[in-house]
């Protein structure tokens, strides 16, 4: 068996590659304690045939320092996160602030009455109902036969 170095045609891609996973994980490992930092939280859009739901997660954030809007067919959601943690003990302090802002848009797939929208918020979830325009709403068609009895 010989002992030679072989030469590896993928190991500078592989360099690339690990280079882009080092970003991606410093982006993530720094956005628990960078001050002013942007996150979007993760968005759930259901239509059912009378109403457009979309569930938001948002933890931490107070109802107050959440801002909905709708313009045309699109939903827009905005916040902010402001959070202090503290703890004492016998011989230490220790203080972590942390805050960011978020812009989410949601195109809706259908015409909604946005004057009847609710949003409610729990355990960190901010739901969105909006109510289909009679115009959306899905609208049965009956077959007739021409069949002679």
């Known amino acids: 068996m010989s002992s030679e170095m072989i030469k590896w045609s993928y190991l500078p891609m592989l360099g690339s ?25 993760p968005l759930d859009v259901s239509e059912t045939n009378e109403n457009i739901i979309v569930k938001a997660e948002v933890p931490g954030i107070e109802p107050k320092n959440i801002d909905i809007s709708i313009s045309g067919n699109n939903l827009m959601i905005r916040g902010e996160k402001q959070a202090e943690k503290e703890e004492k003990g016998k011989n230490y302090r220790f203080v972590e602030r942390s805050y960011g802002s978020f812009s989410r848009s949601v195109v809706l797939p259908a015409s909604v009455k946005f004057e009847q ?13 909006l109510p289909k325009s009679e115009k959306s709403k899905a609208k049965k068609i009956n077959v007739k036969t021409h069949e002679k009895s």
């Open 117 to 129: 929208a609710k949003a409610e918020y729990k355990k960190g979830i901010l739901e969105i109902t």
């Open 17 to 41: 590659f690990r280079d882009e996973m080092n970003k991606l994980f410093d982006r993530f490992t720094k956005r628990g304690v960078t001050v002013g930092m942007d996150w979007m939280p």
